[in-house]
């Protein structure tokens, strides 16, 4: 039986998926990881940053993708599932008042109790949610900015990391600077590779994007790069991070067999990133365990 339209939890179920519940983690954890690590204590900042990045700021985020998106989304077959909500009309004004109402309250608060001693921080935080908002918003569109759109989509996911750092008080070295430009090349090599199979769907709809403007398989090739260098830069982290660069490699082989695709079949890529969806899970799960050995190996219990 249908759910009818216009009721309050078909409205609620619809305004949860445009946020990308199978996201959520992507987010949540770099600000949680960095900032537990860095401080090694469980407090509020910790719990209210880590919901902030959990579900407003997806929210606000994929709400407005969705918003801006509608019309091209509607010729695109992925659309309206797990990959992306195709949003009713009349839920365009309900999704952006929700997510900035959510990001708002969550964030504002967030901001209080991390105080004014990092003011770095707040900096950080401003790039991040201009670059949620810049990506998607009739302007600026960045997203229709071949290699930019790249580029902001990796920051909505290691700027909470960045934040994490700052609003810590983390020391800046040259470690933690080759691991956030491995996670920044993650997050790029992830976008080109994701915007393989919407080539044909965003030509037809006019939207250029990094997969429009190189072409499917340069695109596949430069995601595989990417992916790749991720993995030596973390050769460059404290141990256990170098065993983080084997985390590149099935990245690399759900790529490889589209390293070659043409436009006209960018489409069948959508089994890679389906892949690369899983892969996600798998790889924080390690990433976790990576973690806690090196919290306990430098706390001296092993």
């Not at 509608?70 to 797990?82: I, M, Q, T």
């Not at 109790?113 to 790039?127: E, I």
């Not at 969806?277 to 092993?302: C, D, K, M, P, Q």
Request: hydrophobic share 50%; no cysteine.
């Amino acid at each position: 039986m249908t759910e009818p339209l216009g009721t309050l939890s078909w409205k609620t179920r619809q305004v949860v998926l445009s946020s990308r519940p199978l996201s959520w983690i992507n987010t949540a954890f770099p600000f949680a990881a960095t900032y537990l690590v860095t401080t090694g204590r469980i407090d509020a900042l910790l719990v209210l940053g880590t919901l902030f990045f959990l579900i407003p700021y997806n929210l606000l985020m994929y709400g407005i993708n969705d918003v801006y998106d509608y019309e091209s989304d509607l010729r695109n077959p992925r659309k309206g599932g797990a990959e992306g909500a195709l949003l009713h009309p009349a839920l365009h004004r309900t999704v952006i008042a929700a997510g900035v109402l959510s990001v708002g309250i969550v964030g504002g608060s967030m901001v209080v109790l991390a105080g004014a001693g990092h003011p770095l921080s707040w900096v950080v935080l401003a790039v991040s949610m201009f670059a949620v908002v810049a990506y998607s918003v009739r302007g600026l569109r960045f997203k229709e900015r071949p290699v930019l759109d790249s580029i902001t989509s990796s920051t909505h996911f290691v700027s909470p990391a960045v934040y994490g750092l700052v609003v810590a008080g983390a020391t800046i070295d040259f470690a933690l600077l080759a691991l956030l430009a491995a996670f920044g090349l993650w997050g790029m090599a992830s976008h080109a590779f994701g915007a393989v199979q919407d080539v044909e769907p965003d030509r037809q709809a006019g939207i250029a994007s990094i997969a429009t403007a190189l072409g499917a398989g340069p695109t596949v090739r430069l995601s595989i790069t990417f992916w790749a260098v991720a993995g030596v830069l973390m050769l460059a982290t404290p141990w256990p991070g170098p065993l983080a660069a084997v985390l590149a490699v099935p990245y690399i082989l759900a790529a490889l067999p589209f390293r070659s695709i043409s436009d006209e079949q960018s489409a069948t890529a959508n089994r890679g990133w389906k892949r690369f969806l899983w892969l996600n899970f798998i790889t924080g799960s390690l990433v976790t365990l990576l973690l806690i050995y090196w919290v306990r190996h430098s706390a001296g219990e092993f």
